[in-house]
C-alpha cells in the first residue's frame, strides 16, 4: 500500500510521521525549507505535561533537558501578587523550549527511522484524489508526482492543502499583538514565570499594561508586552526601551546587565477551518485552527491532532477503510479547538474591554488573573486536554460501567503498571502502538513478581477476553488508579482518552467498547468505504 503522504515539516507534521511510523505506516513528509531550521531564540512554544510526554515517547529524548520546565508560576497586578503555583510532582510544570530545538529533536529522531523519507525542497502545487488513493505534485529542483494513500495538510496558516481542497478558514484576525524579546540576564527570582498586569511603572510607547516572563535554559527569558489594538509599529528602539524599562522596574529602579539575542512581534489569529477531512485528505494543526489569545498555546492542540489522527490512519493502513473511524477524527478535534476558541472568544472582552467585569463584579480582577492562569498553565475550558465524551466512538452505556476520577472520553492518569513481560513502566509509555489498552486495578501486585498471580484469580477470564477482542490489545495491571476500586477495568484509546470503566471482568461489555472505539465492525466498515468509493 501507499505511504501516507504528509505535507509540511513543522513540529506538527514531523509528530505525526514519527507517531505513524512507530505503528508500521510508512510516510512521505513534503518539506518545502532545506530540512533544518533556523535558530530563533525569541520563537519558543509551551507544552503542557501530555504533549512533552507525547514527544518524549516519539524521540527519545529527555526533553527537560533542552527546555525548561519552571519552578513555579505568580500572577501580578501592579504590586499585588494575586496568585502562586508551586510546580511539584502532583502539579506538573509545563515545558518551555525553543521550537527549532524542538522540531530538531523530531528531526533526529526521524533521521533513523527507515519507514519516513523527508523530501527537501518540495513545495506542494497540485493534489489529485480518487477512490484509492492520493496523488501530489511538488515544484523545487526535484519537482516531482507522488502518489499516497492519505494526505495530511500540516502545512500551517497559509496551508496550500486547504486551499486546494477549497476548504473556508473563517475566524478572527489580529485578537492579540505581543511585543518579543529573548534575552539573557538575571532577575530577582529564579526559574519562575511570572505574569505582570498593570505594572507600576511607566513604559514608553503603546502599552496595554501586561507583560510575561517565562524562563529557558542558560540564564535565557521570553519577554512578552501585551500591544493594544491597532497597527501600531514597534520599532528597535521602542523595544530596547521597553525592555529597559521592564528590567528596571523589576530589579527596583536599576537595569540589570542583559544580552539581546532575539526580538520579534508575534500576532494571534482565532480561526477554524470549517472541515478537517476531504475523503483521503486530512488537515491538522495550523492548517486547521488558529489559536493562541490569552495565553493558551495552539502546538499543544497540534499535537493533539497529531496523535488522535495517528492511530485511526495507522488502523485503516493496516485493515482496510474504516470511514466512521477517519470521521471520528474531525468529530472529536474540531468539537474541542472550537470550545477553546468559544471559551477564549467569551474571555476576551471581560479581560480586554474597557470596564467591562470588573465594573459589575467586586474582586472581578483576581477572577481575571485566575482566566489568564487557566489560559497559560493549561487548565479549565482555556487549557486543559479535551475531551470526547459526545465522541461517535463511545460505546454508550454499559451495563457493567463504573465511574472513575477520569470522564469517559478524558484523557486517562498517568500511573505506574506492569507490563505483559512482567517490567514496571508508565501507563502513558503504551500509548501509541496502535494497541488498545486493557487495566486492570489490582492492589497488591505491585509487591509480587507477575509469575506470581498472572494465572491467579480473575486474570485468566480477562486475559481470554482481551484475546477475543476484535483490536489488538495489551493487558497491563495496576495497583492503584484515582477513583477506581479493587477489579476495575480500564480501556483505553491508543491516544490515551479512557473508553470505559468496568466493574470487574464483563467480556461482552469490553468487546462491545473495544467495536465501538474503532468505528464499528471492520467488516461493515470496509463495506461501508467500497461503497463510498463507487458513488
Known sequence: MDPVIIVGAGPVGLTLALALARQEVPCVVLDEGPGKDEPRAARTVVLREDTAALVERLTGMPLARAGAHWAGWRSVRRKQVMREVVFDDTEPSPLHIAQHVLTGALRAALADERLVKIAVESRLDGLEQEPSGVTAHTRGPK?????????????????????????????????????????????PWYDEALLHRLPPWRMSGPSAGEVTARPLPDGVWRLDWLLPPGKDLVTPELLLTRIRE?????????????????????????????????????????????????????????????????????????????????????????????????AADQALPLLRGGGGLRAVVPGSSRGHDALLTEGHLGYGQLGAPGAHADSPLAPGPLEGEVPVDTPLGAPVTDVRVTAEDGTFVRLRDRLGRGALLVVLIAPGTGVWERKHWVSAGIMPQLAAAVTALPHHAELLVAESYPGA???????????????TALGGVRPADLYAAAEATVGGPVKAQAEAGASAGSR
Do not use: M
Request: with cysteine; aromatic share 8%.
Open 143 to 187: 519537482g516531482t508526482w507522488w502518489r499516497g494513500s492519505y494526505l495530511v495538510g500540516c502545512d500551517g496558516p497559509r496551508s496550500t492543502v486547504r486551499k486546494i481542497q477549497d476548504i473556508r478558514f473563517p475566524g478572527r484576525t489580529a485578537v492579540e499583538r505581543h511585543a518579543v524579546a529573548a534575552l539573557r540576564t538575571e532577575l
Open 246 to 342: 521592564t528590567l528596571a522596574g523589576w530589579a527596583g529602579g536599576t537595569t540589570p546587565p542583559y544580552e539581546l539575542l532575539d526580538t520579534g512581534v508575534h500576532t494571534v489569529h482565532h480561526r477554524l477551518a470549517r472541515r478537517w477531512r476531504a475523503d483521503r485528505v486530512f488537515l491538522a494543526g495550523d492548517a486547521a485552527h488558529l489559536l493562541g489569545a490569552l495565553g493558551t498555546h495552539g502546538l499543544d492542540e497540534g499535537l493533539r491532532d497529531a496523535d488522535n489522527l495517528a492511530w485511526k490512519l495507522a488502523l485503516a493502513w493496516h485493515h482496510g477503510p474504516h470511514e466512521a473511524l477517519l470521521d471520528s477524527y474531525q468529530t472529536e478535534r474540531r468539537a474541542v479547538v472550537a470550545a477553546r476558541l468559544r
Open 485 to 499: 476500586a479493587a477489579h476495575t477495568v480500564l480501556l483505553v484509546r491508543p491516544d490515551g482518552h479512557l473508553v
